[in-house]
């Protein structure tokens, strides 16, 4: 399959969980690209691997930096830290999440309810917050946040999970009405489920459930959602913001 060019040259772009999964494939496209990625990671070691070979194809444009991207002071930290190293940055991707496993409401333990929500809703809200300003400095932005089906649907033995990304469309949708007339576009993509190693935390009932909800019969790939996330973080994305945007096989149709 063919790859089109989407134009981000010169762009600094921030990738957050950009180690492996859908966000390394966001990074590989983004470097296609022309842009420059800094993945933000909590995994310093896998991440530095990850740079290290995506290096070899794009010298001097890719680094990491180790971030917790729940706690305030570490994503101030790296934003600091990013903008003084490039001038600025130009693109956001909030793709760091984590699934929880699975489980009733009921029966899920509270710990690990509250820490998918802190890693999946209140990690993008605290990456926005550092961001937004240096965006806010030079008039343009674009912000893409890798939710999921679950949040407009909500999965069952997911509520963990579901409530996490529909929490980040909601986020979205607030962002990017704030932001409409500064430049900044704020958008959200859906996804059903990649194979990813978040495989690795969810029981094969659930996904075998989810591959039967998709009606093209398959897992979205990786390198789809990023080819969505390319467009979003481009110029050519220019009156969307506050949107969702489906990338399902057909299972969402609104």
């Not at 290096?55 to 001097?60: I, L, R, T």
């Not at 180790?66 to 830290?81: F, G, H, I, Y």
């Not at 932001?179 to 859906?190: E, M, R, T, Y």
């Not at 495989?199 to 990023?226: C, N, T, W």
Request: with cysteine; proline share 3%; glycine share 10%.
């Amino acid at each position: 399959m063919g790859m089109n060019r989407i134009d981000l040259e010169g762009r600094v772009a921030v990738v957050t969980g950009g180690a492996q999964g859908i966000g390394l494939a966001t990074s590989e496209r983004f470097l296609a690209s022309g842009a420059r990625v800094v993945l933000w990671d909590v995994d310093r070691e896998r991440m530095d691997e990850t740079v290290a070979a995506l290096a070899k194809a794009a010298p001097g444009r890719v680094s990491g930096v180790a971030v917790e991207l729940t706690d305030d002071a570490s994503v101030a930290a790296a934003a600091t830290q990013t903008a003084a190293a490039h001038g600025r940055i130009d693109i956001l991707v909030n793709n760091a999440g984590i699934t929880g496993g699975n489980g009733t409401t009921w029966e899920l333990d509270p710990q690990v309810w509250r820490r998918t929500v802190e890693v999946n809703l209140v990690g993008p809200y605290l990456t926005c917050r550092h961001v937004v300003p240096l965006m806010l400095q030079t008039g343009y932005g674009r912000i893409v946040n890798i939710a999921s089906v679950a949040g407009k649907e909500g999965n069952p033995n997911a509520s963990h999970y579901s409530a996490s990304k529909a929490g980040l469309i909601a986020l979205t949708k607030s962002l990017g009405k704030e932001l409409a007339q500064k430049g900044i576009l704020v958008n959200a993509i859906a996804p059903a489920a990649a194979r990813t190693a978040m495989f690795a935390q969810m029981k094969q009932e659930h996904i075998d459930y989810m591959l039967s909800k998709i009606p093209m019969g398959r897992f979205v790939e990786v390198r789809e959602v990023a080819a969505m996330a390319a467009w979003l973080a481009s110029e050519d994305c220019s009156f969307s913001t506050a949107a969702v945007f489906d990338i399902t096989g057909g299972r969402s149709t609104y």
